[in-house]
């Protein structure tokens, strides 16, 4: 029989940490696939997807690639050109994790950093789920102090995403992010061991 690597999928809201749970995984030599990262790359110059942006949405694209703030303003409120859009990118989201799962297939563990697990059914893709998680406090003071977001904005984008609730009521584990860095990063480690130690038995 081949073995291959548990597939772990890191989810969690926005201001949550979860970019940077990531890379504590990545520091533990656990190979980690950003699907935020993959979509960057193919919008970005020379990106695969920008001919085929530029066909569907003119004027969202330019030398630098997909303008991420005028392709936004050409989908907002409208489902029918999101649906658009999603069929361009997702397809070719999906063969690049392809390529990164074929290319550590020897790995025991790898995780799978996908914003919108439970959003676009990727949960049932995966072996095991973690959610990272903070306070309601802390999460809204995190995102408020980020350049250009508004409440209305955060609002918005919370109201698109599973709830913090019921996405650590369906995850497999929960890395809580409130505390410390340490704290998170010895969660993480320990949660890694444990995998490794259910994978090796």
Not at 70 to 80: I, K, S, Y
Not at 140 to 163: C, D, H
Not at 188 to 201: E, N, Y
């Amino acid at each position: 029989m081949t073995a291959r690597p548990i597939t772990l999928g890191l989810t969690g809201s926005i201001g949550m940490g979860k970019s940077t749970v990531a890379a504590m995984f990545a520091d533990e030599g656990v190979p980690v696939f950003d699907a935020d990262a993959a979509v960057h790359r193919l919008h970005g110059p020379a990106g695969r997807l920008v001919a085929a942006i530029e066909a569907r949405f003119p004027d969202t694209t330019s030398a630098r690639g997909v303008d991420r703030t005028l392709l936004a303003e050409a989908v907002f409120g409208n489902p029918t050109e999101l649906e658009a859009l999603e069929a361009i990118v997702h397809p070719a989201v999906a063969e690049e994790r392809a390529a990164f799962l074929a290319e550590h297939a020897a790995a025991p563990l790898v995780v799978l950093d996908v914003p919108l697990l439970f959003e676009t059914g990727g949960d049932a893709h995966v072996d095991k789920v973690v959610v990272v998680s903070a306070p309601a406090d802390v999460q809204r003071a995190r995102v408020l102090a980020r350049p250009g977001m508004t409440a209305e904005r955060f609002a918005a984008i919370l109201a698109k995403q599973v709830p913090d609730a019921e996405k650590r009521a369906r995850a497999d584990f929960v890395i809580p992010t409130g505390g410390t860095i340490d704290d998170t990063r010895d969660a993480v480690r320990r949660l890694v061991a444990c995998l490794l130690d259910a994978g090796g038995g």
